[in-house]
């Protein structure tokens, strides 16, 4: 059995340990001797089979191409960054001017330059601020702009929601100590009901997106600028982080039009239709913003250097992949899909091409739907291009579709035009490392 010591000075795991550690690295060599000690391997491939089963990168994290259609797909991590934003982390990753001013050599404003592209961004707002993410935002504001005496928030029912894994809005706000006046009823909210709501133990009136879902029928909610006129604060969590109004989604509202209605104050995520990193933003009255900012809730909810870097360059760079992805012509979709076909078919593949429907995701636009293009797979490949060998070893990245009428669909709409190459790259070394009707994993 050859020893530790001489399988870890082999130039192919010396180069892992600088790349992965040592601990990684001698676990592999640990168990690649375990299996030659069981007689499943020669004592002369313990090497070989060390090297083999070193994974990709020190961090568990799977690199994966979303082909589900979903352009903001919260499993797979939300939206996925600009290169411009991944170039900004990276220069980020190290000692950076983050509260430094390299021309004096004195402290300086946190994060300016990304709270200077937020303020461009969102011309209505009179000051803005940064947190870690849009639940963040909103216990910063029910915490902040409380004050003795006026501790409720009046929300109207039907914009108590919950979204993804039994997070309640409700329960947030609650567990922040503030009281929740609600009104109205599911489906109708009036002005009048806020009316007779607000009063001196008012610290805010609270409006919510719905979001993830619709009520249709007879139903009733009160505007921003209605709202406004109540005499107290109005904080709107548009949720999905859509700055100003997009032609493809009329019925979603934007930071910067619910400011110029009267809204005080905006709350919106950055890692959904903005595109960018996870982050809570803050967008509104100067007298708001400075309240929440002071607040020491507020330095426990900060964002990082990363997260700067990547919200900056997302706002100030070019186009980021979500907002490429939702403007994508159908009819070039459906050419980018039959490009990818072409070589799956000369490799024996049963690859068809097929029309979709793509959805915006993240809780932003429900029941929208966005015409899209797939490409259509036998079913029994969903596995091993989820985790089949080429994806273990790093060979390839996992590639996730969605299941429809026995088939795989992998819907291009939320596929960059960049990825096309790795995607059909990644069918094809599927296919060849996998045996028909077998799925690997699941």
Known sequence: MPRTDVLLADPRLAAAERRLGRALVKAAVGRAQQRARDGQIPPEHVADAAVAELPARAATLTPVINATGVLVHT??????????????????????????????GARARRGAGALDALARAVPAAESVAVVNNNAAALVLAATALRRPGADEIVVSRGELIEIGDRFRLPDLLTATGARLCEVGTTNRTVLADYAEA?????????????????????TSSVAVGDLAGLGVPVVFDIGSGLLTPHPLLPGEPSADAALADGAGLVTASGDKLLGGPQAGLLLGRADLVRRLVRHPLARALRVDKLTLAALEATLAGPVPPVADALAADPASLFSRAERAVMPLAEAGIDARVTAATAAAGGGGAPGVPLPSAAVSLPEPLAGPLRCGPAVASGAHPAVVGHLEGGRLLLDLRSVSPEDDGRLVAAVLAAARGSSPGVVPCR
């Not at 411009?84 to 004096?104: H, I, P, T």
């Not at 607000?198 to 007879?218: D, Y």
């Open 198 to 218: 607000t009063g001196p133990r008012t610290a805010f009136v609270l409006k919510v997106h719905p979001s993830n879902f619709r009520i249709e029928g007879f």
């Open 75 to 104: 499993n797979l991590g939300r939206a996925p960054l600009s290169a411009a934003a991944v170039d900004a982390v990276a220069a980020a990753a190290g000692n950076c001017d983050l509260e430094f001013d390299l021309a004096s």
